[in-house]
């Protein structure tokens, strides 16, 4: 490729984000059956469809969508989450009314989004036939949405007659993006979506470690530390339902093997030429990426200090990599690409995720007390963060309440 070439092909990159399977259309979409009801609410909507033999909302599931760049597709949401399992016939088949909860803005603030959390029970309340118990949670981040809605419900002394709240992957003590590719986001010369994915609200809010464009720091955002303390404020969690928790990570301390701390997981050959990504390595210095770019010309280096090793930990996993390359139509330089993005600690909120040990815990041989939550499930293998399983669907359905 040319340089004059080049240059114009680089400023081309950057319509892109990283996704999980539940946020982009399934390979092989099922048969689509057109909702009962749509709901408008506040940043969001919501779509409502019947249990099998039901006339209206009497055994109400309310599930929420989860972290992306824009505004939900419910109907992709609904087609996955019955394209490997059929999770959401299965509920409807077991009478279950399954409201599925969509936001305007994806990337938004949390707090915002549990505005539409808020008013879509609301509304179901005061729809159902009959006082039938709630279930309410959410896929990665509208996990932590919902959890946040019903806890401020209760502070408020509202009844929201939720009897089980469920999260699905959702990064409890925080989520994982390498620093060095939230770097390249900003990196590339032009405001593009990635970058607006990785400095929205809700990034900021869900990452463990974020990248800031401004000051080239990593650190804990000012919305993440803003974040957890609204939450503390009115109580961590809520206290009436049962908490479940699942997650697509391993819980026997088995993650990614072959992710190599310090290993190249992808290098460029083609656009931004040079480029490089490494798996998170410990120590002082460790390096998270090289960055190199024609117009303007510019190189940059990217390092961490004092991290766990990150990107191959347990846990539900993200095509990262496989994406970004996919994008530049440049895979000969690419290693690795899948790492971990929420870990199975964090999903089930029993340990944070700084420390090496904590991360890498064998949450299968912990005592279940040490979570957040009441019962929880790990994937028996390592899956894609959100992926609707019928090990994990199938032990949902199971604690449904009556």
Known sequence: MTTPQGELAEQAVGAFTIAAPLTTQPVRPPAFREPD?????????AWVFYGDGNQGITRPVIMADGFNLGKSDLRWLAEG??????LMTQLRQRGRDVILLGFEERSASILDNAEAAIVAVRRTLAEQLGD????????????????YALARLEMQRKDHRTRLYFSWDSPHRGATIPVGLQAF??????????????DSPAARQLLWRHYDP??????VAPERTEFLRKLEEI????????????ANGRGDGIGLPDVKPGDVAYELKKLYRGSKFYAQAQGTGAKSAELFRLVPPGKQEVTTDGFPELDGAPGGTLHTYRILADTL??????????ICFVPSVS?????DIEKQDDLYAKVDTLDPSESDVDDFICSSTTTAHTAITEELGSWLLERLPD
């Not at 986001?185 to 990785?198: G, K, L, T, V």
């Not at 109580?235 to 699942?246: D, N, V, Y």
């Not at 139509?329 to 899948?338: C, N, R």
């Open 347 to 351: 999903a089930v909120a029993i340990r």
């Open 132 to 147: 039938a118990p709630l279930t309410v949670g959410g896929f990665s981040m509208g996990g932590l949405v919902t959890r």
């Open 235 to 246: 109580g961590g969690w809520p206290r009436i339902p049962r908490l479940l928790a699942l």
């Open 81 to 86: 989450l019955d394209a490997d399992y059929p």
């Open 185 to 198: 986001s900003h990196f590339i010369p032009f405001a593009n979506d990635f970058a607006r994915q990785m």
């Open 329 to 338: 139509k440049d895979t000969a330089g690419l290693k690795h690409e899948d």
């Open 37 to 45: 009801e749509k709901w408008e609410l506040p940043n969001g909507f």
């Open 214 to 219: 401004k000051t080239k720091k990593i650190g």
